[in-house]
């Protein structure tokens, strides 16, 4: 029994180095890059860092499926830090990305965040994808690419919208950051190049509003009040460029029976603000005003369609600059699996440009000019409505371009 049992063994043994003998050549062993992903998890802020952290899990999700389906050995893994939508903790981070020497990071973050901490971004030595800066200060070469165009872009957008709804007066009501300042500057060139006026601009300290903001809402009131003398309500509005702290400006606001006569519109920072629908006195007078906020438009796809379902299901949210987030993580992974994680910045630069056009991206065509900043895209025109006995983000005007 013991000698039979020595004989299958030596069979079995060699049957299987035969057939080790006839498998051809060897595999390529896979190799696993890096991508880091700075988003704003938690912590107060206007980028819901929630929505995009599920964007960024099922792009690699997504991109590991197709890097196995096309027989390439390469495969990405996110590793996710969360900036907690504090600059300190975002300067931390990006430090630390440096020193680990990503070759790719998605910096989630706003104009203001990527101008105050420009020279640690480039001191990464990494390509930085960012979904959401929009300043035209930063459209410079560098490897810092943005994925949605800058505000000269918008700006145009907004003032058409003002315009085709009939308004000949607006007044400002702005911060005094990066962003608010330079799209007040944008919009209010734009809108005079189109024949209309800035009755007055109001800016407040991003930092320091809760000291003056009944004075700056007065301010606001008196200005608008001003404006009507001699021209109807339906051609005048407040502009408001705000993040968060809007909320509260819309609070004080309804507080002020001539402010609710003019029609409102906003920038991308303060669209589809969760906070802002849980208040009830900023959502029913922002839903009275018809305040008016843009955002780069949803394709209409079957899989943009689907993308944002699965991100709803992830993350309990829709927000419309996570599918932009899910393209910067599949181009910086389809950058890699081309040039290798030990490409230095130069040659990641030129194939993700490469890569870029031949990318069919979810939130449409993805062209980079010279700056690195997608050169056009579409937007939407979101407001806050009311049904169910809650209110909610509700799409006013689809597509607009310029």
């Given at each position: 029994?013991?000698?039979?049992?020595?004989?299958?063994?030596?069979?079995?043994?060699?049957l299987?180095?035969?057939?080790?003998?006839?498998?051809?050549?060897?595999?390529?062993?896979?190799?696993?890059?890096?991508?880091?992903?700075l988003l704003?998890?938690?912590?107060?802020?206007?980028?819901?860092?929630?929505?995009?952290?599920?964007?960024?899990?099922?792009?690699?999700?997504?991109?590991?499926?197709?890097?196995?389906?096309?027989?390439?050995?390469?495969r990405?893994?996110?590793?996710?830090?969360?900036?907690?939508?504090?600059?300190d903790e975002?300067?931390?981070?990006?430090?630390?990305?440096?020193?680990?020497?990503?070759?790719?990071?998605?910096?989630?973050?706003?104009?203001?965040?990527?101008?105050?901490?420009?020279?640690?971004?480039?001191?990464?030595?990494?390509?930085?994808?960012?979904?959401?800066?929009?300043?035209?200060?930063l459209?410079?070469?560098?490897?810092?690419f943005?994925?949605?165009?800058?505000?000269?872009?918008?700006?145009?957008?907004?003032?058409?919208?003002?315009?085709?709804n009939?308004?000949?007066?607006v007044?400002?009501?702005?911060?005094?950051?990066?962003?608010?300042?330079?799209?007040?500057?944008?919009?209010?060139?734009a809108?005079?190049?189109a024949?209309?006026?800035v009755?007055?601009?109001?800016v407040?300290?991003?930092?320091?509003?809760?000291?003056?903001m009944?004075?700056?809402?007065?301010?606001?009131d008196?200005?608008?009040?001003l404006?009507?003398?001699?021209?109807?309500?339906?051609?005048?509005?407040?502009?408001?460029l705000?993040?968060d702290?809007?909320?509260?400006i819309?609070?004080?606001?309804?507080?002020?029976?001539?402010l609710?006569?003019?029609?409102?519109?906003?920038?991308?920072?303060?669209?589809?603000?969760?906070?802002?629908?849980?208040?009830?006195?900023?959502?029913?007078?922002?839903?009275?005003?018809?305040?008016?906020?843009?955002?780069?438009?949803?394709?209409?796809?079957a899989?943009?369609?689907?993308?944002?379902?699965?991100?709803?299901?992830?993350s309990?949210?829709?927000?419309?600059?996570?599918?932009?987030?899910?393209?910067?993580?599949?181009?910086?992974?389809?950058?890699?699996?081309?040039?290798?994680?030990?490409?230095?910045?130069?040659?990641?630069?030129?194939?993700?440009?490469?890569?870029?056009?031949?990318?069919?991206?979810?939130?449409?065509?993805?062209?980079?000019?010279?700056?690195?900043?997608?050169s056009?895209?579409?937007?939407?025109?979101?407001?806050?409505?009311y049904?169910?006995?809650?209110?909610?983000?509700v799409k006013?005007?689809?597509?607009?371009?310029?």
């Open positions: 029994m013991k000698r039979n049992m020595v004989l299958l063994l030596i069979v079995g043994i060699s299987c180095m035969g057939c080790g003998g006839s498998s051809g050549p060897a595999q390529t062993p896979l190799q696993t890059v890096q991508i880091a992903a704003p998890v938690t912590g107060g802020g206007p980028i819901n860092g929630k929505a995009e952290r599920a964007a960024v899990e099922l792009a690699v999700e997504d991109v590991n499926a197709h890097l196995a389906g096309i027989g390439s050995s390469t990405v893994e996110a590793v996710i830090y969360d900036t907690q939508s504090s600059l975002e300067f931390r981070l990006i430090t630390e990305v440096g020193n680990k020497k990503y070759p790719f990071a998605v910096f989630s973050a706003t104009s203001n965040t990527l101008s105050l901490l420009k020279s640690q971004v480039d001191a990464t030595g990494a390509i930085v994808l960012n979904e959401a800066s929009t300043t035209p200060s459209a410079i070469d560098d490897n810092l943005r994925l949605v165009p800058e505000d000269r872009y918008s700006a145009r957008v907004i003032s058409d919208l003002l315009r085709e009939g308004i000949e007066k007044v400002f009501y702005y911060r005094d950051d990066t962003w608010g300042l330079t799209l007040q500057q944008e919009l209010a060139s809108f005079t190049a024949g209309g006026a009755a007055d601009s109001i407040y300290g991003f930092r320091t509003y809760p000291v003056d009944d004075e700056k809402v007065a301010q606001l008196a200005s608008i009040t404006a009507l003398g001699g021209t109807p309500a339906a051609k005048v509005a407040v502009v408001l705000a993040f702290e809007g909320v509260e819309l609070q004080k606001a309804a507080a002020y029976p001539t609710a006569t003019v029609k409102w519109y906003t920038g991308d920072g303060l669209g589809q603000n969760s906070a802002l629908l849980q208040d009830a006195a900023a959502a029913a007078f922002a839903s009275q005003v018809g305040l008016y906020a843009p955002l780069i438009a949803e394709a209409n796809s899989t943009y369609a689907a993308l944002k379902a699965r991100i709803q299901a992830k309990g949210s829709a927000y419309s600059f996570a599918p932009v987030m899910y393209d910067a993580l599949w181009l910086a992974a389809l950058t890699l699996a081309e040039a290798g994680g030990g490409a230095g910045p130069a040659v990641l630069k030129t194939t993700l440009i490469a890569k870029a056009a031949g990318y069919s991206a979810v939130t449409g065509p993805l062209v980079f000019n010279n700056a690195g900043d997608r056009a895209c579409a937007y939407d025109f979101w407001a806050v409505g049904w169910g006995g809650a209110y909610h983000w006013a005007y689809s597509g607009r371009t310029r």
